[in-house]
T-cell receptor, first 113, second 112 residues
Framework: IAGITQAPTSQILAAGRRMTLRCTQDMRHNAMYWYRQDLGLGLRLIHYSNTAGTTGKGEVPDGYSVSRANTDDFPLTLASAVPSQTSVYFC????????????FGEGSRLTVL | DAKTTQPTSMDCAEGRAANLPCNHSTISGNEYVYWYRQIHSQGPQYIIHGLKNNETNEMASLIITEDRKSSTLILPHATLRDTAVYYCIVSDYSGGYQKVTFGTGTKLQVIP
């Protein structure tokens, strides 16, 4: 596998349930990101990680948490899903934090009912 | 705050050059201009970036005005597979992370 792998591809979830979206990269990139994409709003940054062991909040972090235990993995967790979190989620990575050249996964479509 | 402004949509005839404009009037001296595209529901794909000089690669050319307040992405010979949403972004590293903010982009339709 080369690049970024996201799982699941799609998921329907009941409100109030916990959900973790997985993201794995094999490019040894230092920085990783989670975005959500909603119609008419473009891509919005949820959380980021500049290097393993560190994370930070983006534009829309509320209701989400992340961890970065190692270089390759950057899971996104919804502790108690709500319908407004219905979206397409994209994981991305970059070689170093201060570059805009991002590599994206294929996305995870999440529907919260 | 939107850092870039792009037309919502554009059409281009197949085989012709597609010129996609972007305004970034508040760009600061250390910010780069990046272009990505998103085909249907796939993940965004990097195209090209630049600081102040024009750039060209196998996919496209990027023309940045001298004052850096606007730029144009040029696809020299558009094909049907170039139909996508094109995002122009400015990239700033501040507050401890890469602020890469995507707007709503330009939907380019290549017409046979």
């Amino acid at each position: 596998i080369a690049g970024i792998t996201q799982a699941p591809t799609s998921q329907i979830l009941a409100a109030g349930r916990r959900m973790t979206l997985r993201c794995t990269q094999d490019m040894r990139h230092n920085a990783m990101y989670w975005y959500r994409q909603d119609l008419g709003l473009g891509l919005r940054l949820i959380h980021y990680s500049n290097t393993a062991g560190t994370t930070g909040k983006g534009e829309v972090p509320d209701g989400y948490s992340v961890s970065r235990a190692n270089t390759d993995d950057f899971p996104l967790t919804l502790a108690s899903a709500v319908p407004s979190q219905t979206s397409v989620y994209f994981c991305a990575s970059s070689v170093i934090p201060n570059t805009g050249e991002l590599f994206f996964g294929e996305g995870s479509r999440l529907t919260v009912l | 705050d939107a850092k870039t402004t792009q037309p919502t949509s554009m059409d281009c005839a197949e085989g012709r050059a597609a010129n996609l404009p972007c305004n970034h009037s508040t760009i600061s001296g250390n910010e780069y201009v990046y272009w990505y595209r998103q085909i249907h529901s796939q993940g965004p794909q990097y195209i090209i970036h630049g600081l102040k000089n024009n750039e060209t690669n196998e996919m496209a050319s990027l023309i940045i005005t001298e004052d850096r307040k606007s730029s144009t992405l040029i696809l020299p010979h558009a094909t049907l597979r170039d139909t996508a949403v094109y995002y122009c972004i400015v990239s700033d590293y501040s507050g401890g992370y890469q602020k890469v903010t995507f707007g709503t982009g330009t939907k380019l339709q290549v017409i046979p």
